[in-house]
């Protein structure tokens, strides 16, 4: 069974530029979250999206925004970028996601770095 | 809203030492529990879960967890660590009212050989 799958790797960007990440789950999962990682905050919820719908959101700025597909296949786009975007962005997905008795599983992470 | 603090932000042990990090959520509702650990460029792997039951929990790796829900706590243990357990490790939460899964910031560990 593949597991979560995000592309790309790495990426550079410019100050004011906008990004767009993808993530595909495990095939079956219906939830997939994403998550900021960086040295200093650890690993920061950012949204959650079960069947296409947007379940849960953390505290981020409206420049991030994300969407899932009806393959449960999902995106996160930041725009305006900014220095501090730089960060590891993590996706997980899992079977049902919420409060469910299911773990999520981790993808490798794309790493942003925006100069 | 939901928060997950990891007391240890940097532990380290030689070989062979007991381990046991300390971690604590606050919700007041019922909660599904987490350690997960992510080895030196390497992607998030899942230690343990709690969701019920006997509150002592066994992991992989000679890891195991006690949930004690009158300290909101979910300490990791274990008896004698390795080298390869040099890592960090993340304790997460979620309630099981269908919040997203909340993480404390990590606990780096090092273990000299």
């Known amino acids: 069974k593949a597991g979560v799958t995000q592309t790309p790797r790495y990426l550079i960007k410019t100050r004011g530029q906008q990004v767009t990440l993808s993530c595909s789950p495990i095939s079956g999962h219906r939830s997939v979250s994403w998550y900021q990682q960086t040295p200093g905050q650890g690993l920061q919820f950012l949204f959650e999206?079960?069947?296409?719908?947007?379940?849960n959101k953390g505290n981020f700025p409206g420049r991030f925004s994300g969407r899932q597909f009806s393959n449960s296949r999902s995106e996160m786009n930041v725009s305006t970028l900014e220095l501090g975007d730089s960060a590891l962005y993590l996706c997980?997905?899992?079977?049902?996601?919420?409060?469910?008795?299911?773990?999520?599983?981790f993808g490798q992470g794309t790493r942003l770095t925006v100069v | 809203a939901q928060s997950v603090s990891q007391h240890n932000h940097h532990v380290i042990l030689s070989e062979a030492a007991s381990l046991e990090l300390g971690c604590n959520y606050s919700?007041?509702?019922?909660?599904?529990l987490f350690w997960y650990v992510q080895y030196p460029g390497q992607h998030l792997q899942l230690l343990l879960k709690y969701f019920s039951g006997d509150p002592l929990v066994k992991g992989i790796k000679g890891f195991e967890a006690e949930f004690i829900k009158s300290k909101f706590s979910f300490n990791l243990r274990k008896p004698s660590v390795q080298w390869s357990d040099t890592a960090e490790y993340f304790c997460a939460v979620n309630a099981k009212a269908g919040t997203a899964l909340i993480f404390g910031k990590g606990t780096t560990l090092s273990v000299s050989s």
């Open positions: 919700y007041g509702g019922t909660v599904n």
């Open positions: 999206y079960f069947s296409e719908t947007q379940r």
């Open positions: 997980a997905s899992s079977q049902t996601g919420g409060g469910a008795r299911t773990e999520a599983f």
